[in-house]
C-alpha cells in the first residue's frame, strides 16, 4: 500500500460522479424556488367594521309617456268629393236633358199608337214645357262659358254629368233592342198578336232620342279627349 496523499488525491478527483439528469433538476428547481410568505400586519388600533351599504331605492313604476300628437298637417283628413260650381249646373242640364227626353219620346209614342186625347199627351207635354226652356238656357249658358274658358270642357264634374247620360242612354238602346228581337220572336212563335209595324215604329222612337242623346255626348266627350 503506497503512502503518498498525492496519489490519493488524484485518484478521487478523476472518479467520475453518478450523475442523474432527472433527480439534480428536480433538486435544483425546488432550490431555487424561495419559500415567500405574505407579511403580516400587524394594527394596535381597533377596527371598525366598514358602514352597510345605503337600501336600493326601487322608482316607482310610471305610466308610459303618450305618443305626442302628430302634426296638424299629417293628420289624414277626410276627403269630400263635392261639384264645382259649373258642375252644379252641368247636373242641372242634365236632370232637364233626361226629363225633356222622357217627354219627347211619351209624346212620339202616344202619337204613334193613335193616341191623340189630350187625357194621354198633358203629362208629356208638361214635361216638355218645363225642361226644353230650361235645358235650353243651360246649355247655352254652358257653352258660352266654355268658349270663354277652354279649360271648362275638363271640368271632372261635367264629364261625370255627360258620362252618366251616355251610360243611361247606352242602357236604354241596348235593352230596347233586345224587346225588340224578344218580339219578333214571340210573332214568329204565335204568341204575339200585335201588330209587328207599331213595334217597329216604338222601337225607332227610342233609338231616336235615346240613341241621338248618346251620338251627341260620346262625339263631345272623344272630341275633347
Request: glycine content about 4%; proline content about 12%; charged content about 15%.
Amino acid at each position: 500500500m503506497d503512502n503518498n496523499p498525492k496519489s490519493d488525491y488524484h485518484e478521487y478527483e478523476h472518479q467520475p460522479a453518478a450523475f442523474t439528469p432527472s433527480e439534480n433538476l428536480t433538486d435544483m428547481a425546488t432550490a431555487e424556488r424561495p419559500h415567500h410568505r405574505p407579511p403580516e400586519h400587524h394594527s394596535f388600533y381597533p377596527q371598525t367594521p366598514p358602514p352597510p351599504p345605503p337600501p336600493t331605492r326601487v322608482a316607482p313604476p310610471q305610466d308610459p309617456i303618450p305618443n305626442p300628437p302628430a302634426p296638424q298637417s299629417m293628420v289624414p283628413q277626410p276627403v269630400v268629393k263635392v261639384l264645382s260650381p259649373r258642375g252644379v249646373e252641368y247636373v242641372f242640364m242634365t236632370i232637364a236633358l233626361v226629363t225633356g227626353a222622357i217627354g219627347l219620346a211619351s209624346a212620339l209614342l202616344a202619337v204613334v199608337n193613335g193616341n191623340y186625347s189630350f187625357s194621354v199627351l198633358y203629362f208629356p207635354l208638361a214635361l216638355l214645357l218645363v225642361s226644353v226652356p230650361v235645358f235650353s238656357w243651360l246649355f247655352l249658358r254652358l257653352k258660352q262659358a266654355e268658349l270663354l274658358d277652354p279649360a271648362a270642357r275638363l271640368d271632372a264634374s261635367k264629364r261625370r254629368s255627360t258620362q252618366f247620360i251616355q251610360i243611361s242612354s247606352f242602357v236604354v238602346c241596348f235593352f230596347t233592342l233586345i224587346g225588340f228581337l224578344a218580339t219578333i220572336f214571340a210573332k214568329l212563335s204565335g204568341s204575339y198578336s200585335g201588330s209587328i209595324m207599331k213595334v217597329i215604329l216604338d222601337v225607332l222612337v227610342i233609338l231616336v232620342v235615346a240613341g241621338g242623346v248618346l251620338f251627341y255626348y260620346w262625339r263631345d266627350e272623344h272630341r275633347l279627349s
